[in-house]
């Protein structure tokens, strides 16, 4: 089984950074995905990362420590639009495209 | 491309009727699922399927049924509704592919009364 924690909430302001945290418990690790999903939406993918280190597109970027069971998601230059709840998902097996998915994080951006 | 497509959107069923939630994908992607997502909860997976003729259980299966006799439809179907099933339902697809994503659909919004 897997053990996905994130935080529930977290709040920023416009034009700052915010680091979301992942950890995770697995019986084995083949991915990890971050999702965005806007209130009343789909998710949406951000990123994805299975080596170790950190992956950059854009504004965001995630990073991954698989020894650690840790990888965080970083936005910078928030803007409003950006508030929205984060997802991390865990593909746990090669060849096993099944997600298990955290309950994931709202981010809120105050002017 | 339409991407993936659900119907209907919005629905309220009475304790114990049955119903059909449509799930349909135009990227000739061979893997389908079925996800649930309660309030300030994250996604749970109910059926997926790797491909025409063959589904398998997820985490929270029961009270469900899928088939997949094409590449394109895997509709869920509800057998006698209770409350508990009130929650937001999602289809996703995505290609026989490691790195590739979990493409969404729109999701359909069932309530049970």
């Known amino acids: 089984g897997q053990n996905i924690d994130q935080p529930t909430e977290m709040t920023a302001t416009e034009g700052a950074i915010v680091q979301i945290n992942c950890t995770y418990q697995?019986?084995?690790?083949?991915?990890l995905f971050w999702y965005q999903q806007h209130a009343g939406e789909a998710p949406t993918f951000l990123s994805y990362n299975v080596l170790d280190g950190l992956e950059e597109k854009g504004r965001f970027s995630s990073f991954l420590s698989r020894s650690k069971g840790y990888s965080y998601l970083l936005l910078k230059e928030l803007q409003m639009k950006d508030s929205a709840s984060y997802l991390c998902a865990v593909r746990d097996q090669l060849g096993d495209y099944k997600l298990s998915f955290g309950a994931g994080t709202t981010v809120t951006v105050r002017a | 491309n339409a991407g993936v497509t659900q119907t209907p959107k919005f629905r309220i069923l009475k304790i114990g009727q049955s119903m059909t939630l449509q799930c349909a994908q135009d990227?000739?992607?061979?893997?389908m699922y079925w996800y649930r997502q309660d309030p300030g909860m994250g996604l749970k997976l109910i059926y997926y399927s790797v491909g025409a003729g063959i589904t398998d259980k997820g985490e929270v299966p029961n009270g469900y049924n899928v088939s997949r006799s094409t590449t394109e439809d895997f509709p869920l179907r509800l057998e006698l509704a209770a409350p508990s099933q009130t929650s937001v339902y999602f289809c996703?697809?995505?290609?026989?592919?490691?790195?590739?994503?979990?493409?969404f659909g729109p999701g359909t919004r069932l309530t049970v009364l």
């Open positions: 990227m000739n992607h061979n893997y």
């Open positions: 697995t019986s084995g690790f083949n991915g």
């Open positions: 996703a697809s995505s290609p026989a592919s490691g790195t590739d994503t979990q493409y």
